[in-house]
């Protein structure tokens, strides 16, 4: 948890979450070792020709939760903050 007090006194608190899912991930050493086993692999390259400019309402998790994704207009270097 995050909390930011602003120099008004107004607390801002964000509570972060662990994912249920995570990708398992192994070492290019022990790849190699099990293709030397014989097991399968496939490699992918992923390449951006092209970008644009997204806002934060066309994200569909975001659109659900609008009132938790709102955006800071400048952090101040005076403001208490508070890791808990």
């Not at 070792?33 to 934060?56: D, F, H, M, S």
Request: glycine share 4%; aromatic share 6%; hydrophobic share 40%.
């Amino acid at each position: 948890m995050l909390v930011l007090i602003t120099p008004e006194g107004e607390r801002l608190v964000y509570k972060g979450s662990h994912p249920k899912h995570t990708i398992p991930l192994i070492s290019a050493a022990k790849a190699c070792k099990l293709v030397r086993k014989g097991c399968i692999a496939y490699i992918c390259a992923v390449e951006v020709t092209e970008t644009q400019e997204i806002e934060p309402k066309d994200i569909p998790v975001v659109q659900e939760f609008l009132e938790v994704f709102q955006e800071v207009p400048i952090l101040r270097s005076n403001w208490e903050i508070s890791l808990q």
